[in-house]
């Protein structure tokens, strides 16, 4: 199986900073990558798919980046409804995984 | 506008088999590039995905759980069904279904979206 491995799994930050959370694959999945959000009670949303299309009524703060087996989700300046934890999620093989999760936390 | 709904037993005995449904609209799964997926989130912990299967009858499971899990689909009432045999408390999770798709350009890049709000099962005796 792929392994997806984020980093870091924690993170305090302030209203207005710059954040970025990165992904790694266990082997190369081109721009296989999707990244979620999921907030305490709801269910997750997709908010990157294809390592960096914003999926549609996404905020722009929220960009994606990389291929192969290192990625990145940036926020550019966080707002008070970003604090959830963020996950990547790889679909190059057919049996689709997670990483662990990023919980983003206020400082 | 696209909604799925879990449903199914809120609680199950250690080594009964869990079954959830699925039911979804907005779309149909006799449409090329559609799936559902399953996907779970046990306390505390990360999410999970399970299983998946497509608008072509293909499925595909998890590593770690195929021998466990089954899915199948009726289309004639837009639902999937997942069993999950041998249920444990380890299994306590909330189960969510999604919608599987894919944005093609030259290659096709399946995601889940819109998910649906899970269903909460706890594995007691």
């Known amino acids: 199986d792929i392994q997806m491995t984020q980093s870091p799994s924690s993170l305090s930050a302030s209203v207005g900073d710059r954040v970025t959370i990165t992904c790694r694959a266990s082997?190369?999945?081109?721009?296989?990558l999707n990244w979620y959000q999921k907030k305490l009670g709801k269910a997750p949303k997709l908010l990157i798919y294809a390592a960096s299309s914003l999926q549609s009524g996404v905020p722009s703060r929220f960009s994606g980046s990389g291929s192969g087996t290192d990625f990145t989700l940036t926020i550019s300046s966080l707002q008070p409804e970003d604090f959830a934890t963020y996950y990547c999620?790889?679909?190059?093989?057919?049996?689709?995984?997670f990483g662990q999760g990023t919980k983003l936390e206020i400082k | 506008q696209v909604t799925l709904k879990e449903s199914g037993p809120a609680l199950v005995k250690p080594t009964q088999t869990l079954t959830l449904t699925c039911t979804f609209s907005?779309?149909?799964?006799?449409?090329?590039?559609?799936?559902v997926s399953w996907i779970r989130q046990p306390p505390g912990k990360a999410l999970e995905w399970l299983a998946r299967?497509?608008?072509?009858?293909?499925?595909f499971y998890s590593r770690s759980l195929k021998t466990r899990l089954t899915i199948s689909k009726d289309t004639s009432k837009n639902q999937v069904v997942l069993t999950m045999t041998n249920m444990d408390a380890v299994d306590t999770a909330i189960y969510y279904c999604?919608?599987?798709?894919?944005?093609?350009?030259?290659?096709?890049?399946?995601?889940?979206?819109?998910w649906g709000q899970g269903t909460l099962v706890s594995v007691s005796s």
């Open positions: 082997q190369g999945i081109s721009r296989y």
């Open positions: 999620q790889q679909t190059y093989s057919t049996m689709y995984t």
């Open positions: 999604a919608r599987t798709t894919a944005h093609c350009g030259g290659d096709c890049y399946y995601y889940l979206d819109p």
């Open positions: 299967i497509d608008w072509d009858d293909d499925k």
């Open positions: 907005g779309f149909s799964l006799n449409t090329s590039l559609m799936s």
